[in-house]
């Protein structure tokens, strides 16, 4: 494949994704697929093959570290085919896949350069991954877990092949020998149950000691790294002590600092995922079982309390929307400005930290040497972040130095 043309973004107000400070008037060059230069105007005339930004806003590519990239559209209402009506004929099977590539339009559009899928039923993100990595559509770059490595368990009913149901550390191991086998970036481990689950208990730890232990020795012997879904307090903290690399929600961490204190020192990312919980007690609320939908608010206020607690106690934060439509991710970022992290922290998760997350090292930040992920909008997010979650709003998106929207 041809390496993509030099860009020179002229004259931006650079977020690069660290931190700091933005950088008025600020000049990215891109060679290839790689940002090779930043510097600032300095008086000099506009090149004229220069993209001119005119003082719009750059920044990294988002990075949702927490999506299920699949078909189903129940949490992404009127994204997909309008609902089948009486005595219409069945629709054919395959008209799931054209759904997926309208997400990785979608996302891509919205400036979502990479995902991280935590779990999609009968390989869904799999087959996008490669569609998208051989040219046949445009989305994000995805890293997904397979199936979800999961304890016998009453969510294995309702998720089916989304999970891999394991029992005892050797049949955990081979659960995850067989996820990369599969194809899979990573591994992700229950270590709770599910809260979308009448019959699970999202406080309980669901695996044992030893079963993780299995999981993260055996993913990481491979050299892949582990996610682990762990709600409840018991969870987090074997998921914690077995050395997961991500943890997911961790709503109840506030309860425990010293968790979060282990989980600092030892470079766990927390991905709170707070619009799971929101949407769960109000969006969708007339669509779940009444005790789901009060737990679900209990719960939207400990991971509130957590983030904060978690920002305090120095823990890497990553944006995780875990809702849908595809494309909305960024309202995540308006949730977690909610719950009292600064328009400037809440990104830095959504790039940075979430480029930690993943374990990229050339994502994430807008520095020589980093790949050319780039998203420029026309209002300044850091007195809105909700700007991010406004397409009208978004100017331009680059991936891999290629410019995939303009306008």
């Known amino acids: ?87 219409e004929a069945p629709r054919p099977d395959a008209l799931r896949w054209f759904v997926l590539a309208k997400a990785a339009r979608a996302l891509l559009e919205a400036g979502v350069t990479t995902v991280r899928d935590v779990g999609s039923p009968h390989n869904e993100a799999l087959t996008l991954r490669e569609a998208i ?53 990573y591994i992700k481990v229950m270590a709770t149950g599910a809260r979308s689950v009448v019959r699970e208990d999202p406080e309980a730890a669901q695996v044992t ?22 709600e409840g307090l018991e969870g987090a903290r074997l998921a914690i002590q077995a050395g997961v690399d991500t943890l997911e929600h961790g709503f109840s961490l506030h309860r425990e600092p010293a968790l979060l204190d282990r989980m ?24 779940f079982a009444p005790s789901l939908v009060e737990q679900a608010k209990r719960q939207g206020e400990e991971a509130a309390t957590t983030i904060l607690a978690a920002r305090a106690a120095g823990v890497t934060l990553a944006m995780g929307y875990d809702s849908g439509p595809p494309g909305a991710n960024a309202q995540e970022l308006v949730r977690m400005v909610e719950a009292g992290l600064t328009a400037g922290e809440a990104i830095r ?45 978004i100017d331009l998106v680059v991936q891999d130095g290629v410019v995939r929207r303009s306008g």
């Open 264 to 287: 600092a020192k030892a470079a766990i990312v927390l991905v709170p995922t707070l619009s799971t919980y929101h949407d769960l007690a109000v969006r969708f609320r007339d669509e």
């Open 1 to 87: 494949m041809d390496a993509p043309p030099g860009l020179i973004l002229w004259d931006a107000r650079l977020i690069d994704g660290r931190g700091g400070s933005p950088v008025e008037h600020a000049v990215v060059t891109v060679d290839g697929s790689r940002i090779t230069a930043i510097e600032t105007v300095d008086g000099r005339p506009t090149p004229a093959d220069a993209i001119d930004l005119a003082g719009r806003t750059l920044l990294p590519g988002l990075i949702d570290a927490h999506a299920h990239v699949m078909s189903d559209v129940e949490r992404s209402p009127g994204f997909g085919p309008p609902p089948l009506l009486h005595g």
């Open 133 to 185: 990595r051989l040219g046949l559509v445009e989305g994000p770059r995805i890293l997904t877990c397979g199936r979800i490595v999961s304890a016998t368990a009453p969510g294995g009913l309702i998720f089916g092949t989304m999970y891999e149901e394991a029992d005892g550390p050797w049949e955990m191991r081979r659960a995850v020998r067989r996820q990369l086998r599969r194809g899979a970036d």
């Open 349 to 393: 998760a959504a790039t940075c930290g979430s480029a930690t997350a993943l374990g990229l090292k050339d994502r994430g930040t807008i520095e020589p040497g980093q790949a050319a992920d780039l998203l420029v909008v026309d209002r300044d997010p850091l007195a809105d972040v909700g700007v991010l979650a406004e397409p009208t709003c």
């Open 209 to 230: 000691a030893d079963e993780i232990g299995a999981v993260v020795d055996e993913a990481h012997r491979m050299g892949v790294r582990v996610s682990a879904h762990a």
